[in-house]
């Protein structure tokens, strides 16, 4: 069988989506995360928490962010997971932890890549503590396209002992 023909399944247990990406929905992240709109970060998890807070399992001991390159996070000026994620965390009342994922080493941006390349891209791109053993955590991200880089995430919460990992984007591509 062809390698592109293989499917991975995600490493994560479950994914929520609060929005399809599109419309109003991307206008108001490519303002956010290209235009510096760090005020969108409230709203954009409202609506997260909106839409997807009641589906979201009982158990969950944390809220984490997508780390990004430091090189990248310094150019933008934030992490748009992060600020996302720490008002998903306070709504939903659970802890944020950031130092719980890190990003080991830079990749190129996954916009720039097609879907079958995402994979390889960031994979081996991240690291976990250890604080993550024994936890259901869930991860945050913007934008959800492939699942690659929220699955690379998961793989590492895993290799350091998180029991479930499930994965929270504002908008999903369809």
């Given amino acids: 069988m062809c390698p592109v023909c293989v499917?991975?399944?995600?490493?994560y247990d479950w994914a929520r989506a609060a929005a399809r990406y599109e419309g109003t929905a991307r206008e108001a992240?490519?303002?956010f995360k290209f235009e510096g709109r760090r005020a969108l970060a409230r709203p954009l998890a409202d609506l997260l928490v909106e839409q997807c807070g009641a589906a979201l399992p009982a158990d969950l001991?944390?809220?984490?962010?997508?780390?990004?390159?430091?090189?990248r996070e310094r150019a933008r000026g934030f992490n748009q997971a992060t600020?996302?994620?720490?008002?998903v965390a306070r709504r939903l009342g659970l802890p944020f932890e950031r130092r719980w994922l890190v990003r080991?080493?830079?990749t190129v941006?996954?916009?720039?890549?097609?879907?079958?390349?995402?994979?390889a891209n960031v994979r081996g791109a991240f690291g976990a503590s250890p604080e993550v053993r024994g936890?259901?955590?869930a991860l945050v991200d913007d934008v959800m396209t492939t699942g690659?880089?929220?699955?690379?995430?998961?793989?590492?919460?895993?290799?350091?002992?998180?029991?479930?990992v499930g994965a929270l984007a504002v908008a999903r591509v369809i």
């Fill in 104 to 106: 080991v080493r830079a």
């Fill in 135 to 137: 936890h259901h955590v």
């Fill in 83 to 87: 600020l996302i994620g720490e008002r």
């Fill in 61 to 71: 001991a944390a809220v984490l962010p997508v780390p990004l390159a430091r090189e």
């Fill in 29 to 31: 992240l490519h303002a």
């Fill in 148 to 164: 690659a880089t929220l699955s690379e995430c998961a793989r590492a919460l895993r290799a350091a002992g998180a029991v479930r």
């Fill in 109 to 119: 941006p996954q916009s720039e890549l097609a879907a079958a390349d995402r994979s």
């Fill in 7 to 11: 499917v991975r399944a995600p490493a």
